[in-house]
Structures are given as structure tokens and as C-alpha cells.
């Protein structure tokens, strides 16, 4: 049976943490739902990783609908979230709705949007209509022209508020889980202690109640990684399981508390962090 939002937040009351990794199909998902990864995102880092694009800024709804799909006929128990795409929500909270039936209909359990306060209405509408909201907060990748790169988001006081305002809005309006992204980690405490939903950290806090790496960064395919990411195929046994034993090693580390260490996390003084999300040309 497919994990719930209840199972992840007992999970959370027994003090253990939830793992999460993106993935595109239906073999990998197998491989980490047998290693006991809690969640899998269908992520528009998709585009860059399986479409060899340079953003995630193209990727389409029916690219997401289609990864979606692979995944969820790979997986029988993980909790399954799809991102959704660049210019599938952010015209009205009516086009939201459209484009997340089609995502759900697809297999997904929950759809990740990125902002903060400025979609509260999407994100309430989505909720009363029975969609589950991931929100995404910190670093906005498909905002990445506008924040003039990947850079580390909340240094500045001003802008540590905005987040933690971000961060209650999203909850308010009816968001049951947040992605933090590359947010210093006093910051991410102060969003972690500023709200009640689960927080899933990536170049965050320990504090945040998971934690969620990129497939390609974590298998080590990445060719400039960035902080956050740990390569768990250092170390892991030579043969046919690699893969599944660095899965299990991820999901072990998230859910004890022992990932992300704070080599993995920024600084008030971080400043750009390269380019994430397996960009294979390190670029």
C-alpha cells in the first residue's frame, strides 16, 4: 500500500525523518522503494538531467505527466510528489488546478509549486479541491533569471523575513509540506520553528523534518556538485546492489539525523553555489 501523509507524520512523532530523492522512472523507483526511501519527487530537474537542457525552465506538463506515470507503475509503497512545471500555475489558481488534475491523474500524490505568499490563493484553492501542496521555498530554481543565478537565499535580514513570512503564509494557506532550499541554516531554523508542516531540507538544516537529494547529484554523476550534495556511491560495495545499498545508506543517514552534516550545509556568509541538479557539463 502507498505510504500517506499520515504514515510520513507518525513517522515525524516516532523521531525519525523523512528521506526523499527525485527520480524519472520506473527502475530506479523500484530500487528505492526497496531500499526504504519514504518519497519520491518527479522533479523538473528533469529537464536537465534526462532532456539535457540547461534549466528546468522548458520542461512541459506532459514531460512531468509522463515521468510521473513511470514512477508510480515502478513503486507500490513510496509517497509520490510531481513538480509543477514553469508557467503551469502561475497565471491563475484556476490553471493550477487544471494542470495538477492532470498530474494527479497521473499517479502523483501531492504537486510541489514553487513562491511564497504571492500564491496562497493557488495553493487554497488546490487544497479545498483535494490536492495535496507541497510548497517551495528559499532558492526558486525556475525563478533562477530573476535571482541572477543559483545563489544562497536569506543572508540578508530583510530577506530571512521574507522567508519565515513565506514560509507561514504557505502553511496557512494549506500547504502539509515545504521544500527549503539552499537557505543558510540559521534561517532554515528559524522556518523549521516558525511553522507546523513537514520541512524537507536540500542545502538547508537538520533541523527541516527530511531531507531530499537529487538522484544524479547522490549516485556522484554530478561534475561540479554543490554543497549539499553528499556522492553515496563512495563507499558503497562493489556489484550488481551499489545503487541499492547507497539508497539504503541515504534513507539510514536522513531518518537518524546523521545527513546532512554541516559540511552540507551554508553559512550566512554563502554566496553562489554553482549549478545544481546533475549538470553534467559542470557549467
Request: include cysteine.
Amino acid at each position: 500500500m502507498r505510504s500517506t501523509l499520515n504514515v510520513l507524520r507518525k513517522k515525524l512523532a516516532a523521531g525519525r525523518k523523512i528521506s526523499m530523492l527525485t527520480c524519472y522512472d520506473a527502475g530506479f523507483a523500484k530500487v528505492m522503494e526497496d531500499a526504504q526511501v519514504d518519497c519520491i519527487l518527479v522533479g523538473d530537474t528533469l529537464g536537465m538531467l534526462v532532456q539535457g537542457r540547461d534549466s528546468t525552465l522548458p520542461v512541459l506538463l506532459q514531460d512531468i505527466a509522463y515521468h510521473v506515470s513511470c514512477v508510480a507503475r515502478g513503486t507500490r509503497r513510496p509517497f509520490l510528489l510531481a513538480d509543477m512545471p514553469f508557467g503551469t500555475y502561475q497565471e491563475s489558481p484556476q490553471q493550477a488546478l487544471r494542470n495538477a488534475v492532470t498530474l494527479m491523474q497521473a499517479g502523483a500524490q501531492m504537486v510541489k509549486i514553487e513562491g511564497g505568499a504571492e500564491l496562497a490563493p493557488t495553493i487554497e484553492l488546490l487544497t479545498r479541491s483535494g490536492i495535496p501542496v507541497c510548497g517551495h521555498i528559499g532558492l526558486l530554481p525556475s525563478h533562477v533569471h530573476a535571482l541572477g543565478g543559483y545563489r544562497v537565499q536569506g543572508k540578508e535580514d530583510a530577506e530571512a523575513r521574507r522567508i519565515v513570512a513565506d514560509a507561514r503564509a504557505v502553511e496557512a494557506a494549506g500547504a502539509a509540506m515545504m521544500v527549503i532550499e539552499a537557505v543558510p541554516d540559521p534561517v532554515a531554523r528559524q522556518v523549521c520553528e516558525a511553522v507546523q508542516l513537514i520541512t524537507i531540507g536540500i542545502g538547508a538544516s537538520v533541523a527541516c523534518s527530511g531531507q531530499v537529494l537529487v538522484l544524479h547529484d547522490m549516485l556522484g554523476l554530478t561534475a561540479t556538485p554543490a554543497k549539499f550534495v553528499k556522492n553515496y556511491m563512495v563507499g558503497a560495495p562493489a556489484g550488481g546492489d551499489a545503487v541499492l545499498q547507497a539508497f539504503r545508506r541515504y534513507a539510514q543517514e536522513v531518518e537518524t539525523g546523521a545527513f546532512p552534516g554541516v559540511e552540507h550545509v551554508y553559512g550566512m556568509a554563502a554566496g553562489n553555489i554553482g549549478t545544481p541538479y546533475g549538470n553534467q557539463s559542470g557549467s
